[in-house]
């Protein structure tokens, strides 16, 4: 991915699924740049293999334990409800790590 194509960098805390909503959550902060609904996040494999997520929605998020605000990135799971992609997504761990934001992307 080249650097013109990033619109963004997210620093992911930590990730959850609420499989009953077909939905995957990212928990951050944006350290770079900006992010939109319906523009995407990249979760690379390697260097030149990574998935791509819509981001259906983002909300602002306060943790009572600390004083910081987070962002919440929302995608949908699989379109058919199946869970095989929320089960992909939470078995990557995705945390501690950056995160490209895109225009474009593959749904």
Not at 22 to 42: A, D, H, K, Q, T
């Amino acid at each position: 991915m080249t650097k013109k194509s990033r619109q963004g960098l997210f620093s992911v805390i930590d990730s959850f699924a609420i499989k009953r909503r077909n939905e995957f959550y990212l928990i951050g902060s944006l350290i770079e740049g900006e992010v939109c609904e319906r523009w995407f996040v990249n979760i690379p494999f390697n260097k030149s293999l990574s998935l791509s997520l819509r981001i259906k929605q983002i909300e602002d998020l306060e943790m009572s334990s600390e004083s910081g605000k987070y962002k919440l990135l929302i995608v949908n799971g699989n379109e058919s409800g199946d869970d095989d992609l929320l089960n992909l997504l939470l078995g990557l761990k995705i945390g501690s790590e950056l995160l490209d934001i895109t225009i474009t992307g593959e749904d």
